[in-house]
């Protein structure tokens, strides 16, 4: 079974500062990978999805990268920013069709003014 | 466009009590997910239909029943609810030419 781990739980970073984000995946055999926003008492938003061909995705500051064969994935947010504080997911899937999708627990992430 | 639409936003029920979360999407998505979100469970998926006419169970069916009413509404059904279904509920879609969901704002649940 498929299982994806998120460390830290939680970070906490000065404003300005670049940081990243990591997930890990048990199973390499993923047909993407997606890293999502959640910000209190809100439903998720889409960030970047990578293809299981491709390597990383970027999105204004926002860049993922994957590692297919190591099983790992990291979310870099360049000159970081207040609005920036809320929970990211990472989700893979195992095949096309994401009711096969599979979460981590989060990273929430606070930056601090 | 609301995008995906979930009512109510808050409920609260007694043990026992029967109720349907209600679920709409203007996307014109064919699929359209079930999910809940527990504290240190992380997002588990309910029920999911692939098309309008099919649902299917995903990985915490148990007390639970959905509808696929039209390729719009996908709601879901508590018949009997439990302490152990306080949780938040979201409903996400997906369309057939994109990897990617859309969620709902949830649906805060406290069962008593």
């Known amino acids: 079974k498929q299982e994806v781990t998120q460390i830290p739980a939680a970070l906490s970073v000065p404003e300005g500062e670049n940081l990243v984000l990591n997930c890990s995946f048990t199973?390499?055999?993923?047909?993407?990978l997606q890293w999502f926003r959640q910000d209190p008492g809100k439903g998720l938003t889409s960030l970047l999805l990578?293809?299981?061909?491709?390597r990383e995705q970027t999105s204004g500051r926002l860049n993922a990268s994957l590692d297919k064969s190591s099983g790992r994935s990291t979310l870099y947010i360049a000159a970081s920013q207040p609005g920036d504080s809320a929970t990211y997911l990472c989700?893979?899937?195992?095949?096309?069709?994401?009711?096969?999708?599979?979460f981590g627990k989060g990273t929430k992430l606070s930056v601090i003014p | 466009n609301a995008g995906v639409t979930q009512t109510p936003k808050f409920q609260v029920l007694k043990t026992g009590q029967s109720m349907t979360l209600q679920c709409a999407q203007d996307?014109?998505?064919?699929?359209m997910y079930w999910y809940r979100q527990d504290p240190g469970m992380g997002l588990r998926l309910i029920y999911y239909s692939a098309s309008e006419g099919t649902t299917d169970k995903g990985e915490v069916p148990n007390g639970y029943n959905v509808s696929r009413l039209n390729k719009r509404e996908f709601s879901l059904r508590l018949e009997s609810a439990a302490p152990s279904q306080t949780s938040v509920y979201f409903c996400?879609?997906?369309?057939?030419?994109?990897?990617?969901?859309?969620f709902g704002p949830g649906t805060r649940l406290t069962v008593l």
């Open positions: 199973d390499s055999a993923i047909y993407n």
């Open positions: 990578i293809q299981s061909s491709q």
């Open positions: 989700a893979v899937t195992r095949g096309a069709g994401s009711y096969q999708l599979t």
């Open positions: 996307m014109n998505h064919n699929s």
């Open positions: 996400a879609t997906e369309g057939s030419s994109t990897d990617t969901q859309y």
